[in-house]
C-alpha cells in the first residue's frame, strides 16, 4: 500500500493541540525542507536507519509539551510488557476472551466516536466506514471469541513406525511481545489496525500497536478507547511519527506485524534482522483488473468502481490500480463506468458526499502530480477536477498511458483510474507479469479456459474473479501479499497463526527400544534402518528375525 | 575446493540465474510431472551413489556408515518418498467455506511456487540438510540453488558433481563455494531463502533479504536442554540414559542443531546419572578413550579450537567428570560430562555443538522451567518424565521450537511435525507437508458471478443500505428478509 508512504512529506501530522512536522532527508537523493506550522519551541532528533537517515524537527506548542517517546521510554515499555508477558496471564483462554470481548464493547458503545474520527481524517461517509471497518471489525471479534477454544486447541499429528510407539500433536504458543504498526488509510478497521490486534490477542501475545499518524483523529481514539476498554498491563497504544516508531524498531520484539508501503517494509525487516525477529509485512501494489468483452458489463463496472471509489476513494492496499481490456471493447466500458459513476456520485462528484477525501496534502500533491506528467494529463478521458481546499479530486479514467510514466510504474493509491488495451485479452498476463507481484489479481470474464489460466499464470497475493476487493472479508481466505506486495497472512484463523509459534510435542512411550539407532554399528543394523525407513511391516519382521527378501 | 557455479565453467552467476529464472518462467517446475521426476531422479542419485556419499562423509566428518544412513541417506529418501506419495494431494487446491450471503461464490487456497529459491546449507549433515529443504522446494515447484557447506568441501563436491548428472540443470543449480560466494549471492533478489546454521549469519542472511523484501527461512540452533526427571523403574531409566547418549554423542558427536545441549537433573540422582553415562558411552563407543569407534570426529580445526577453549577455563575444567580426552591431530574430543560448570562461563552460555555435556543439578527438577526460560528460546526441549502434570507445565510454561518426552532427536523422523525453531532458534519451519508450504504461496482464490447483486454495496448511501449492511455483518439472514420486504423488528 501507499509505496510512497516514506515519501518525504508524509509524516507531517496536526494532532489535537500540538503540531508536529518531520523533515526526511535522503543524503544521497533528495534534500526537502517542509514549512513547520508552528515554531515556538523547537526540538531537533537524528536517528539513523540502515540506509537513510532521518532528522526530524519537532514542534511543539509549549503549553502541550508531551514526553518525546524516544528509545528509553520504548525500552521501558517493553520491558513492562514483558513482564506481563512472562508472568503467563495473557496465555490463558479467560484473558483473551475478555480482551476479545473488550474490543467488541468498545466498538459497541463508542461508534458514533469511531465514525466521527473518521471522517474528521478522510470524510469518510457513513456507510462506507460502517461496512468497511466497523462492522468489519466486529465481525472478526465475533468469529476470534466463537472459534478461540478450537484454534487453542492442540492438533494431533499422525507418527510414524520410526518412532513407534509415540503420539505426537502441534500445540499453538504465543509468541511473546509484538508490534503492529498500521497505516492509514482505514484507520481503524478491522482490516489494518484493530484487526491484527485481534489476532494478536486470541493468540495470547501482549501487544504495542502504533496507529498511523497521517490519520491523527483516529490514533488518539484508539489510544484512548485501548487505555479504557482494554488490559494495559499487556495492551498499549503509541502515537507517533518516525522518530517512535524508529524508537519502537530499537527493542527486540518477538513479531513485528507492518502494513504499510513497500520501501518501509524493506526498513522494518533490516530492523528485525538485527533481534531475528519473525516479520508479517503487507504491503500493497498495482492490482490490476482484466475485463473480457463477454461480460455483463453494468455488473462488472459497478463491481470495479465499488472497489475503487466507494471503497475509501482508492485509497486501499488491495483498490483496482489499472485496468486492462481489449482496444474495441475500451469504448464501451469507458461509456458504461461513466454512466455509472454519475448514478453513485452524481453530475458533479466533487460534491458527493458518498465519497471519501484524499487523506492529506501531501498525498493530494502526489496525486495531482501522477496526472500532470506529460504524456499523462492528455489521455484523461474524464475527470481531473480537483480540489486543493477540500483534497477531493474527481474520479478520473485515462486511456492507454505510456508504461515508463510515473503513474503506471507506482502503485496509485488514489481516485486515478489508468486503462491499457491490448490486441487480445491474454497479453495481459505479460503486461501483469512484467510489473511486481500485487497484492490482489481481478479478472472479470464468463470464459471458464481464461479463468484458470488466469489463476495458473498470474502470481498475486490473492485473486478474486468477477468482483472487486470481496475476497478480503472472507476470514476462511489468507490475506497477504508475494513478492513486493509482502509477506506472511492474516484474516481469521490465519491471523491467529500469524501471531503463534507452531510448536511440535511428540511423546515417546519407553518401550519399543530398537538397538540398531545406537552405536556399535554393524552391517545388520544398517540393513534393519533401511528397512525401516521401506516402512514395509513384513520385512522389518523379517529383518528383525535375521532374515532378508533379498 | 574451488567454487563457482559447477558444470558451468567460465559462465556467470547472473546468467545461470538468468537460465533458472527463464525456466521458471517457462511454467516447467510447476508441472506434477516435472516435480515427480525431480523426486526420483534424487532417490535414484541416492541409490546409485550410496557408497560415494558415505565416503565423503567419511572423509569431511568422520561420521560411520550406519550413522550417515541413519541421519543422512535415510532423512532423504524418507522426504522425497512422501513427497512423492503427497504430492497430488499437496498439490490441490484447498476450498474454503464461504458464508451465504457470498451466494453464488467459491473460495480456495491455491499453493502456488515462489519463484527462484536459494538453499544455503550447514557442514554438520552436509548431505540431509542440504537436500531435504531442496525436496520441498522442487515440490512446491520451484527452481533451485543450493550452495552447500563449504566446511564439509567432499560432500559439497560431491553434490556439485552429482546432481547435476540425475536432475534438471537448468532448474536446479549447486553452486559451492566460501564467504565470498555467499555474499554474492544475497545480493540477488530471491523469492525465498532457505538457512541454516548459526544465528550470526542468520542475521546477516535476513539483513540481506530486506533488501529485495525477500521471506526467510531460519533454521538456526540454541541450546537444547534435557529435563532428566527421577524415573522409579530401573529399565525405563537405562532407556532414557540410553537415548540421552545416543542423542548426544551419536549424531555427528553433538554438532546437531537439535543435539543435546546440557542436562537438568536433582542434585540427589546426579551422581547416578553420570554414573549410567559413563557405562552407556562405553557400551556404545568402546572402552578405550584413544580408539572410540562409532563416533563422529570435530569437523575442523576452528571448531576443534572453539571447543577446547570451552573447557579451559579452569573452573570448567575442574568440573569434567569424565572424558576431557583430545587429540588435535585427529580432530576427536572424547565424550565428555561436566557437573556444574559455572553458569556465566562460556559452554553454558554459547551452543556448545561438540561433544561436551554439562550436567546441572537443581534442588527440584521444576526448577528447570525457571532455568529454561531464562535463556534463549532453543530449538529442541527434550524431558523425561513420567509425571504428567509437570508434563503439562512444560508444555503451557516454557518455548521451544519443540518438545519432545522420553526421547532425543526423534521429533525429526515425523514428516507430520513442523520442524523449526522460535525466537534465537529461528523461525519457518519444515518436514513433509510444511516443507512444501514453506516454498509455496498460499493464494487465495474468490470466484464470483454476475447474477444476484447485492445493491446496498454501492453507494449512494442512505439509511436503508446501511442498515443493510449491518445486518448483512452479523449475517442475520432473517433480518435482512424483513427489511428488503420493509419490514423490521425494531
Not at chain 1, 71 to 81: D, G, T
Not at chain 2, 388 to 412: H, P
Amino acid at each position: 500500500m501507499g509505496t510512497l508512504s516514506v515519501n518525504l512529506l508524509h509524516f507531517c501530522s496536526v494532532d489535537g493541540g500540538y503540531t508536529r512536522s518531520l523533515r526526511n532527508q535522503f543524503p544521497k537523493k533528495r534534500n526537502l525542507l517542509l514549512p513547520i506550522p508552528v515554531l515556538n519551541k523547537q526540538k531537533r532528533l537524528q536517528f539513523a536507519h540502515s540506509s537513510f537517515i532521518c532528522s526530524a524537527a519537532l514542534a511543539v506548542m509549549p503549553d502541550e509539551i508531551k514526553k518525546v517517546f524516544d528509545i528509553e521510554s520504548a525500552a521501558s515499555l517493553m520491558k513492562e510488557l514483558r513482564g506481563s508477558f512472562n508472568s503467563g496471564k495473557t496465555k490463558s483462554y479467560e484473558w483473551r476472551i475478555t480482551q476479545l470481548k473488550g474490543i467488541e464493547k468498545m466498538i459497541d458503545e463508542r461508534e458514533k466516536e469511531i465514525l466521527e474520527a473518521l471522517r474528521k481524517d478522510l470524510s469518510k461517509p457513513e456507510a462506507e466506514a460502517f461496512m468497511s471497518e466497523i462492522s468489519m471489525t466486529k465481525g472478526a471479534c465475533k468469529s476470534a471469541l466463537k472459534e478461540l477454544s478450537h484454534w487453542m486447541k492442540p492438533k494431533k499429528a499422525k507418527t510414524s513406525i520410526t518412532t513407534y510407539p509415540s503420539s505426537a500433536e502441534i500445540m499453538s504458543e504465543p509468541l511473546g511481545v509484538v508490534l503492529i504498526i498500521s497505516p492509514w488509510n482505514f484507520p481503524f478497521c478491522q482490516l489494518l489496525s484493530v484487526d491484527p490486534v485481534i489476532g494478536a490477542i486470541a493468540a495470547g501475545n501482549a501487544v504495542v500497536l502504533k496507529p498511523s499518524e497521517i490519520a491523527p483523529a483516529a490514533s488518539n481514539l484508539l489510544s484512548k478507547l485501548f487505555e479504557e476498554y482494554l488490559d494495559n498491563s499487556s495492551i498499549r497504544v503509541v502515537e507517533g511519527a518516525v522518530p517512535e516508531t524508529t524508537a519502537l524498531l530499537e527493542q527486540k520484539w518477538d513479531k513485528i506485524f507492518y502494513t504499510g508501503s513497500s520501501r518501509v517494509g524493506r526498513i522494518i525487516m533490516a530492523a528485525a534482522a538485527k533481534h531475528l525477529t519473525p516479520i508479517t509485512l503487507e504491503l500493497g501494489g498495482k492490482c490490476p483488473v482484466v475485463v473480457d468483452s463477454n461480460v455483463n458489463l453494468q455488473v462488472a463496472v459497478r463491481r470495479i468502481i465499488a472497489g475503487k471509489w466507494a471503497c475509501n476513494d482508492g485509497q486501499a492496499c488491495v483498490a483496482p490500480d489499472y485496468i486492462i481490456t481489449t482496444k474495441d471493447f475500451a469504448p464501451k466500458l469507458i461509456d458504461v463506468m461513466r454512466h455509472e459513476l454519475e448514478e453513485f456520485f452524481g453530475k458533479n462528484p466533487m460534491e458527493s458526499e458518498d465519497m471519501s477525501r484524499i487523506v492529506s496534502v501531501q498525498h493530494f500533491k502526489r496525486l495531482t502530480n501522477l496526472l500532470d506528467e506529460d504524456n499523462v494529463s492528455d489521455k484523461i478521458i474524464f475527470g481531473g477536477q480537483r480540489d486543493e481546499n477540500r483534497l477531493k479530486i474527481a474520479p478520473t479514467v485515462l486511456l492507454d498511458v505510456p508504461e515508463d510514466t510515473e503513474i503506471m510504474r507506482e502503485e496509485i493509491f488514489g481516485p486515478l483510474l489508468p486503462i491499457l488495451t491490448v490486441e487480445k485479452l491474454e497479453e495481459s498476463f505479460n503486461v501483469i507479469n512484467s510489473k511486481p507481484k500485487p497484492l490482489a489479481a481481478y479478472l472479470f470474464s464468463e470464459n471458464k479456459q481464461l479463468h484458470k489460466d488466469f489463476v495458473n499464470n498470474i502470481s498475486a497475493g490473492g485473486m478474486l474473479i468477477n468482483d472487486t476487493i470481496l475476497h478480503l472479508t472472507v476470514s476462511s481466505l489468507p490475506f497477504g501479499g508475494v513478492g513486493e506486495s509482502g509477506m506472511g497472512s492474516y484474516h481469521g484463523k490465519f491471523s491467529f497463526d500469524t501471531f503463534s509459534h507452531k510448536k511440535a510435542v511428540l511423546c515417546r512411550g519407553f518401550g519399543g527400544e530398537s538397538s540398531a539407532r545406537y552405536p556399535p554399528y554393524t552391517p545388520r543394523k544398517l540393513k534393519l534402518l533401511k528397512t525401516l525407513n521401506s516402512g514395509n511391516i513384513l520385512s522389518i519382521l523379517l529383518a528383525l528375525l535375521g532374515f532378508s527378501k533379498d | 575446493m574451488g567454487s563457482g557455479v559447477n558444470g558451468m565453467e567460465g559462465r556467470g552467476l547472473d546468467e545461470s540465474l538468468a537460465e533458472l529464472r527463464q525456466t521458471f518462467r517457462s511454467g516447467k517446475t510447476r508441472t506434477a510431472s516435472w516435480r515427480k521426476s525431480q523426486l526420483k531422479a534424487l532417490l535414484r542419485l541416492i541409490h546409485e551413489n550410496e557408497d560415494k556419499i558415505f565416503e565423503a562423509l567419511k572423509h569431511d566428518l568422520g561420521k560411520h556408515a550406519v550413522e550417515a544412513y541413519r541421519d543422512e541417506l535415510g532423512v532423504v529418501e524418507k522426504s522425497a518418498n512422501n513427497s512423492l506419495s503427497c504430492l497430488d494431494e499437496w498439490m490441490a487446491p484447498k476450498k474454503s467455506k464461504l458464508p451465504l450471503l457470498f451466494f453464488p461464490a467459491s473460495a480456495q487456497v491455491l499453493p502456488e511456487p515462489l519463484g527462484l529459491v536459494l538453499i544455503l546449507t550447514s557442514w554438520n549433515f552436509p548431505i540431509s540438510m542440504a537436500l531435504d529443504p531442496v525436496i520441498g522446494a522442487i515440490s512446491a515447484g520451484n527452481s533451485v540453488v543450493l550452495k552447500p557447506s563449504e566446511q564439509a568441501p567432499a560432500c559439497s563436491s560431491l553434490l556439485a558433481h552429482t546432481i547435476p548428472l540425475y536432475l534438471d540443470s537448468k532448474a536446479i543449480k549447486v553452486i559451492e563455494g566460501g564467504k565470498e560466494i555467499s555474499q554474492q549471492l544475497l545480493e540477488q533478489k530471491w523469492d525465498k531463502i532457505f538457512f541454516t546454521g548459526s544465528s550470526s549469519v542468520a542475521r546477516i542472511v535476513m539483513s540481506a533479504a530486506a533488501k529485495h523484501l525477500t521471506p526467510v527461512t531460519l533454521e538456526l540452533g540454541g541450546k537444547c536442554p534435557v529435563i532428566y526427571d527421577h524415573l522409579s523403574s530401573p529399565s525405563d531409566t537405562e532407556v532414557a540414559v540410553k537415548r540421552i547418549v545416543g542423542g548426544k554423542w551419536g549424531p555427528c558427536n553433538g554438532q546437531a542443531c537439535i543435539g543435546v545441549d546440557y542436562v537438568l537433573v536433582e542434585e540427589k540422582y546426579a551422581s547416578q546419572a553420570i554414573e549410567m553415562l559413563k557405562k552407556t558411552i562405553k557400551k556404545f563407543y568402546g572402552e578405550n578413550p584413544e580408539q572410540l569407534q562409532n563416533i563422529s570426529r570435530i569437523v575442523n580445526e576452528h571448531h576443534f579450537q572453539r571447543l577446547r577453549n570451552l573447557i579451559k577455563d579452569p573452573l570448567v575444567a575442574d568440573s569434567i567428570v569424565h572424558g576431557g580426552l583430545i587429540d588435535e591431530e585427529k580432530l576427536f574430543i572424547e565424550p565428555t560430562i561436566l557437573l556444574d560448570p559455572p553458569l556465566d562461563a562460556d559452554i553454558m552460555t554459547e551452543e556448545i555443538f561438540g561433544p561436551l555435556l554439562p550436567i546441572i543439578t537443581l534442588k527440584n527438577i521444576e526448577e528447570s522451567i525457571e532455568f529454561i526460560n531464562s535463556r534463549p528460546k532453543p530449538l529442541a526441549l527434550y524431558a523425561f518424565t513420567k509425571n504428567e502434570a509437570f508434563k503439562r507445565r512444560i508444555l503451557s510454561e516454557t518455548s521451544s521450537g519443540s518438545v519432545t518426552f522420553n526421547d532425543i532427536m526423534v521429533q525429526f523422523l515425523c514428516d507430520t511435525l513442523p520442524f523449526g525453531g522460535v525466537g534465537e532458534s529461528g523461525f519457518g519451519s519444515y518436514h513433509g507437508k510444511y516443507s512444501f508450504d514453506n516454498f509455496s504461496h498460499g493464494k487465495a482464490v474468490l470466484q464470483r458471478y454476475f447474477f444476484l447483486e447485492l445493491e446496498p454495496r454501492f453507494p449512494p448511501w442512505n439509511d436503508f443500505k446501511m442498515n443493510f449492511i449491518r445486518l448483512a455483518y452479523k449475517f442475520d439472514y432473517l433480518g435482512l428478509i424483513l427489511l428488503l420486504l420493509g419490514l423490521s423488528r425494531d
